[in-house]
């Protein structure tokens, strides 16, 4: 398997990874199960499991045997895989889902459809791998406003460069009905949406800083790519836009979620 393109990001340590996104994604995982209504018992696929945020919540609610995951990234994967003895991790996309058909009960994707080339496809392999009358589901940041780390870091970003990939306007998914949409595309059915509310604390504004320094994620990435004076002026205007915080401080992250049914 190649590299693909929206995993390009995503080859990180474990550790960087939670330190920039994971701070978010496990608390994430806890309200995005509930919406599932993964119970013991169950089966699930966690499809661009990353290191394992999502993961964690299904071993502790279901067992690892129980629990199936793929990434694209290789150190993801390792680092899942390590975290969670057990769990059957392979290295695989969301538009070729490297497990059997109707290997689970839910097939979930937290955090990974805005990054897929194929979304559609996507969407009709996460079908395959649950049973008739199982779960699909994603869910994906709101760009717009309601992911205030990443609204603060592009809003500054597009105050030095108006041309910045502000992820509100270069992903899809990030507002309310665009999961949906591709998931009626994929016939699933009994189609329900919902919006996740989570928050992660900083103890300093270089904590949060020097997240973005790791280069995860198309923020990270693009803070890496800038030249030093650039970097100095984001930094700036990142800190007055969350009005220069001398301790710590709390950001707020929504989710849009939509969960639907495979017909039979
Ligand atoms: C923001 S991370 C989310 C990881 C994890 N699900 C979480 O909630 O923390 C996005 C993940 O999507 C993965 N990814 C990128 N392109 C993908 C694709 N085409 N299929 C499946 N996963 C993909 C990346 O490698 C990365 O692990």
């Given at each position: 398997?190649?590299?693909?393109?929206?995993?390009?990001?995503?080859?990180?340590?474990?550790?960087?990874?939670?330190?920039f996104?994971?701070?978010?994604?496990?608390?994430?995982a806890?309200?995005f199960?509930?919406?599932?209504?993964?119970?013991?018992?169950?089966?699930?696929?966690?499809?661009?499991?990353?290191?394992?945020?999502?993961?964690?919540?299904?071993?502790?609610?279901?067992?690892?045997?129980?629990?199936?995951?793929?990434?694209?990234?290789?150190p993801?994967?390792?680092?899942?895989?390590?975290?969670?003895?057990?769990?059957?991790?392979?290295?695989?996309?969301?538009?070729?889902?490297?497990?059997?058909?109707?290997?689970?009960?839910?097939?979930?994707?937290?955090?990974?459809?805005?990054?897929?080339?194929?979304?559609?496809?996507?969407?009709?392999?996460?079908?395959?791998?649950?049973?008739?009358?199982?779960?699909?589901?994603?869910?994906?940041?709101?760009?717009?406003?309601?992911?205030?780390?990443?609204?603060?870091?592009?809003?500054?970003?597009l105050?030095?460069?108006?041309?910045?990939?502000?992820?509100?306007?270069?992903?899809?998914?990030?507002?309310?009905?665009?999961?949906?949409?591709?998931?009626?595309?994929a016939?699933?059915?009994?189609?329900?949406?919902?919006?996740?509310?989570?928050?992660?604390?900083?103890?300093?504004?270089?904590?949060?800083?020097?997240?973005?320094?790791?280069?995860?994620?198309?923020?990270?990435?693009y803070?890496?790519?800038?030249?030093?004076?650039?970097?100095?002026?984001?930094?700036?205007?990142?800190?007055?836009?969350?009005?220069?915080?001398?301790?710590?401080?709390?950001?707020?992250?929504?989710?849009?979620?939509?969960?639907?049914?495979?017909?039979?």
């Open positions: 398997m190649g590299e693909v393109e929206g995993a390009r990001t995503f080859g990180v340590a474990g550790e960087t990874y939670d330190s996104m994971g701070r978010y994604s496990l608390p994430l806890e309200l199960a509930d919406a599932v209504g993964v119970a013991p018992g169950d089966t699930a696929v966690d499809v661009g499991c990353g290191p394992g945020a999502l993961t964690a919540v299904l071993v502790d609610r279901l067992g690892a045997p129980c629990v199936y995951a793929c990434d694209p990234s290789p993801f994967c390792d680092e899942c895989a390590a975290r969670y003895p057990g769990v059957v991790v392979k290295r695989g996309q969301a538009e070729a889902i490297p497990f059997e058909t109707n290997t689970a009960d839910h097939a979930m994707a937290q955090l990974v459809l805005h990054f897929v080339s194929e979304p559609d496809t996507a969407a009709q392999e996460m079908a395959r791998v649950v049973r008739p009358g199982g779960k699909v589901a994603a869910c994906v940041w709101d760009f717009d406003d309601g992911m205030e780390m990443l609204r603060a870091f592009w809003d500054a970003a105050s030095i460069d108006p041309e910045a990939p502000d992820e509100a306007r270069t992903l899809r998914f990030g507002r309310p009905g665009e999961i949906a949409e591709v998931f009626a595309t016939r699933l059915e009994l189609i329900r949406e919902s919006t996740l509310a989570v928050a992660s604390s900083y103890s300093s504004f270089d904590e949060l800083w020097n997240s973005f320094l790791a280069g995860v994620g198309p923020a990270g990435s803070c890496t790519s800038l030249d030093d004076p650039d970097r100095d002026r984001l930094r700036v205007a990142l800190l007055e836009r969350l009005g220069a915080p001398s301790g710590s401080f709390t950001l707020g992250a929504v989710a849009h979620c939509a969960v639907g049914r495979v017909p039979g």
